[in-house]
Nanobody, 126 residues
């Protein structure tokens, strides 16, 4: 059974850094797009970054240059390195597995992902 488990959330100061982890199990690594989404209170879940099965990465514009998505060589753990954190980065961060092949356009849509972790909370303080 496919499963995703996030960790690494917590309290971070504005301008600080945090690294989120997502452990994947139950399927062959490197055969699906993996992504990070986030959801702030009262807002819809939004795309943050994605890592395609071929290693292609793409980011939401507001995090480009500050966040980095990566994975281990064994492909079973994905990371989101968050630098220069801003107040608007606060929320629950989810990792997700894509449905089939995705592109830099389709991979930004919540509907293109069918397996989700439970989420990890990121709180930004001044």
């Amino acid at each position: 059974q496919a499963q995703l488990t996030e960790s690494g959330g917590g309290l971070v100061q504005i301008g600080g850094s945090l690294r989120l982890s997502c452990v994947a199990s139950g399927w062959t690594p490197n055969t699906y797009t993996l992504a990070w989404f986030r959801q702030a209170p009262g807002k819809e879940r939004e795309f943050v970054a994605a890592l395609g099965s071929t290693g292609t990465t793409y980011y939401e514009d507001s995090v480009k240059g500050r966040f980095t998505i990566s994975q281990t060589t064994t492909k079973n753990t994905m990371y989101l390195q968050m630098n220069t954190v801003k107040p608007e980065d606060a929320g629950v961060y989810y990792c997700a597995r894509g449905i089939g092949q995705t592109t830099a356009v389709t991979g930004r849509r919540v509907s293109r992902y069918d397996t989700w972790g439970q989420g990890t909370q990121v709180t930004v303080s001044s």
